[in-house]
């Protein structure tokens, strides 16, 4: 299991997913979108909270409820009379299944943190907690997808958390939130509207300064890129020069035929676009899921590199194909249209408040120009839900325009933690905002490698991240207990 991530991704190639340069290009998620869900360790049990559907209203629905699940592993908590720590994982677009398995943090860290409960909570209508039948119907349903938002989950967590506190009689247990990329935005989000529930949060990747133009729109795509030119020049240079030699094959007669013979495709590649989008979904997740030891970037290009004298770029580019996804007697190029929970939900997050707006210009990436245009985002949107998103609104309810200025003497306890060769590390916190919100990056760390599973063959400066992270929490735990200790004698 410990090499699950590390490995993962040489599955990649038999999945699709939602890549368009319009919505956000890997999912965001810690979860490398290969890794199959194991089940989860018998450590862990499996609860249901009755929770409300609507938090923020009194309509007569607002009172219906659903199923939603958390799992708790409290083998060796201390109890309430220590007060001991309560870590709280936050689960994102996807069911928690897949993250258990492979978020190590707490369980890497138990010992040093002494830490002694651990609750990890399903993100609303996703996993086993959808209410109303299917995700699908739920998605499908204008009365019910509505309730289907950030806000609406966070709050979620946080019923959940004062019951359970109550449930448990350990009021004075200090909580700490903790997610990877949008359950990072979401953990940090949390301790600024919650400060009340949790002391702190470690965010974990996640791109918080993604929305409303903060950033720059290719943010994304240039990290991407850099991570190529990083890894080898040259095969930087071969796929910067391979997008207009698809194009002008594809623009002769049975060109399409053509490249489908030359990439080995299971099926005939419908347009030339079919094999772009599948290129520049490789590209991508190798640069965000670039985690030691295998560091698939370097495995892409070694492909590019590696192959013989004399072979075409065409030649080149299948070349890191073969060695990204290994020897098979095809290739799947096809977009499959498989309704997974995470693409049906993420779909709708994006399409109404969680607008990551990505794109790139026409020489600023290694990839072809593709701008992000919020017009023609809010038109698909619209055809697909008859609403158009609100790109706006997780900037006016969460904040995040001059987030020093506004955080620095508002905030406290928030771990930033990014890799900066994760390309959604562009939309992260990566200033120091104050002496306990603190960005804590590795230049070499990809996406939520922080939280993921330790391994021995761990790289030192992850080790490092990790210990850093470990001893700024303790010294919140350290005031925390002092402050207790003062206000109760
Ligand atoms: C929670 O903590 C316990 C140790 O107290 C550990 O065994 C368990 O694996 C942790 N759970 C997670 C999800 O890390
Ligand atoms: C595009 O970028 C490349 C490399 O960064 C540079 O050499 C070239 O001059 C640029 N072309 C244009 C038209 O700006
Ligand atoms: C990051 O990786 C590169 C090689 O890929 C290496 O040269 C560099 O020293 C590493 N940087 C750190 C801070 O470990």
Same mark, same amino acid.
């Given at each position: 299991?410990?090499?699950?991530?590390?490995?993962? *991704?040489?599955?990649?190639?038999? /999945?699709?997913?939602?890549?368009?340069?319009?919505?956000?290009?890997?999912?965001?998620?810690?979860?490398?979108?290969?890794?199959?869900?194991?089940?989860?360790?018998?450590?862990?049990?499996?609860?249901?909270?009755?929770?409300?559907?609507?938090?923020?209203?009194?309509?007569?629905?607002?009172?219906?409820?659903?199923?939603?699940?958390?799992?708790? &592993?409290?083998?060796?908590?201390?109890?309430?009379?220590? &007060?001991?720590?309560?870590?709280?994982?936050?689960?994102?677009?996807?069911?928690?299944?897949?993250?258990?398995?492979?978020?190590?943090?707490? &369980?890497?860290?138990?010992?040093?943190?002494?830490?002694?409960?651990?609750?990890?909570?399903?993100?609303?209508?996703?996993?086993?907690?959808?209410?109303?039948?299917?995700? !699908?119907?739920?998605?499908? !349903?204008?009365?019910?997808?509505?309730?289907?938002?950030?806000?609406?989950?966070?709050?979620?967590?946080?019923?959940?958390?004062?019951?359970?506190?109550?449930?448990?009689?350990?009021?004075?247990?200090?909580?700490?939130?903790?997610?990877?990329?949008?359950?990072? %935005?979401?953990?940090?989000?949390?301790?600024?509207?919650?400060?009340? +529930?949790?002391?702190?949060?470690?965010?974990?990747? @996640?791109?918080?300064?993604? #929305?409303?133009? +903060?950033?720059?729109?290719?943010?994304? $795509?240039?990290?991407?890129?850099?991570?190529?030119?990083?890894?080898?020049?040259? =095969?930087?240079?071969?796929?910067?020069?391979?997008?207009?030699?698809?194009?002008?094959?594809?623009?002769?007669?049975?060109?399409?035929? #053509?490249?489908?013979?030359? #990439?080995?495709?299971?099926?005939?590649?419908?347009?030339?676009?079919?094999?772009?989008?599948?290129?520049?979904?490789?590209?991508?997740?190798?640069?965000?899921?670039?985690?030691?030891?295998? $560091?698939?970037?370097?495995?892409?290009?070694?492909?590019?590199?590696?192959?013989?004298?004399?072979?075409?770029?065409?030649?080149? +580019?299948?070349?890191?194909?073969? @060695?990204?996804?290994?020897?098979?007697?095809?290739?799947?190029?096809?977009?499959?249209?498989?309704?997974?929970?995470?693409?049906?939900?993420?779909? *709708?997050?994006?399409?109404?408040?969680?607008?990551?707006?990505?794109?790139?210009?026409?020489?600023?990436?290694?990839?072809?120009?593709?701008? #992000?245009?919020? &017009?023609?985002?809010?038109?698909? =949107? %619209?055809?697909?839900?008859?609403?158009?998103?609100?790109?706006?609104?997780?900037?006016?309810?969460?904040?995040?325009?001059?987030?020093?200025? /506004?955080?620095?003497?508002?905030?406290?306890?928030?771990?930033?933690?990014?890799?900066?060769?994760?390309?959604?590390?562009?939309?992260?916190?990566?200033?120091?905002?104050?002496?306990? /919100?603190?960005?804590?990056?590795? /230049?070499?760390?990809?996406?939520?490698? !922080?939280?993921?599973?330790?391994?021995?063959?761990?790289?030192?400066?992850?080790?490092?991240?990790?210990?850093?992270?470990?001893?700024?929490?303790?010294?919140?735990?350290?005031?925390?207990?002092?402050?207790?200790?003062?206000?109760?004698?």
């Amino acid at each position: 299991m410990k090499h699950q991530i590390s490995f993962g *991704w040489l599955l990649l190639l038999s /999945v699709t997913f939602f890549t368009t340069v319009s919505s956000a290009p890997g999912r965001l998620s810690p979860v490398h979108p290969k890794i199959k869900p194991a089940s989860v360790s018998e450590d862990f049990e499996t609860f249901f909270y009755t929770q409300t559907l609507d938090h923020f209203n009194y309509k007569p629905e607002s009172y219906r409820t659903f199923q939603q699940r958390y799992i708790i &592993n409290s083998k060796h908590w201390g109890g309430a009379e220590e &007060n001991a720590p309560i870590f709280a994982y936050f689960g994102e677009e996807g069911p928690l299944d897949e993250d258990l398995p492979i978020i190590g943090f707490l &369980n890497d860290n138990a010992p040093r943190l002494t830490l002694r409960i651990n609750i990890s909570k399903q993100h609303r209508f996703y996993g086993k907690s959808v209410p109303f039948g299917t995700l !699908d119907e739920v998605i499908n !349903d204008e009365n019910t997808r509505g309730y289907f938002s950030s806000a609406q989950a966070i709050a979620d967590y946080a019923e959940v958390l004062v019951y359970l506190k109550e449930k448990l009689s350990a009021q004075n247990s200090p909580v700490i939130v903790i997610g990877g990329s949008y359950g990072g %935005m979401l953990a940090s989000w949390f301790r600024l509207k919650y400060p009340h +529930i949790a002391i702190g949060a470690l965010a974990s990747s @996640a791109p918080i300064l993604y #929305f409303d133009n +903060i950033t720059p729109q290719d943010g994304y $795509y240039s990290v991407v890129t850099n991570d190529f030119r990083e890894a080898s020049e040259s =095969c930087y240079e071969t796929i910067r020069n391979s997008w207009s030699v698809i194009d002008e094959l594809a623009s002769r007669p049975n060109g399409i035929s #053509f490249l489908s013979q030359r #990439f080995k495709t299971c099926s005939p590649l419908g347009t030339s676009s079919e094999l772009k989008d599948y290129l520049d979904t490789m590209y991508a997740v190798a640069a965000q899921y670039n985690h030691p030891p295998t $560091y698939p970037v370097t495995v892409v290009c070694g492909g590019i590199d590696g192959a013989p004298e004399g072979t075409d770029i065409l030649g080149r +580019i299948f070349a890191g194909v073969v @060695a990204y996804g290994g020897e098979r007697s095809c290739y799947e190029m096809k977009k499959s249209n498989s309704a997974s929970q995470t693409n049906l939900g993420w779909s *709708w997050q994006t399409c109404s408040e969680l607008v990551i707006p990505i794109g790139r210009g026409s020489n600023d990436t290694m990839f072809p120009s593709a701008p #992000f245009s919020l &017009n023609d985002f809010a038109n698909s =949107c %619209m055809s697909k839900y008859g609403v158009p998103p609100r790109p706006h609104w997780v900037t006016t309810y969460y904040g995040g325009h001059d987030i020093k200025l /506004v955080l620095q003497r508002f905030a406290s306890n928030i771990i930033f933690s990014n890799g900066l060769r994760d390309p959604y590390s562009s939309g992260g916190v990566l200033e120091k905002i104050s002496d306990s /919100v603190l960005p804590i990056y590795t /230049v070499n760390g990809s996406h939520c490698l !922080d939280i993921l599973t330790s391994s021995q063959s761990d790289p030192q400066w992850l080790v490092m991240q990790r210990q850093v992270e470990i001893e700024i929490i303790r010294g919140w735990f350290a005031k925390y207990y002092a402050d207790l200790h003062t206000l109760q004698i």
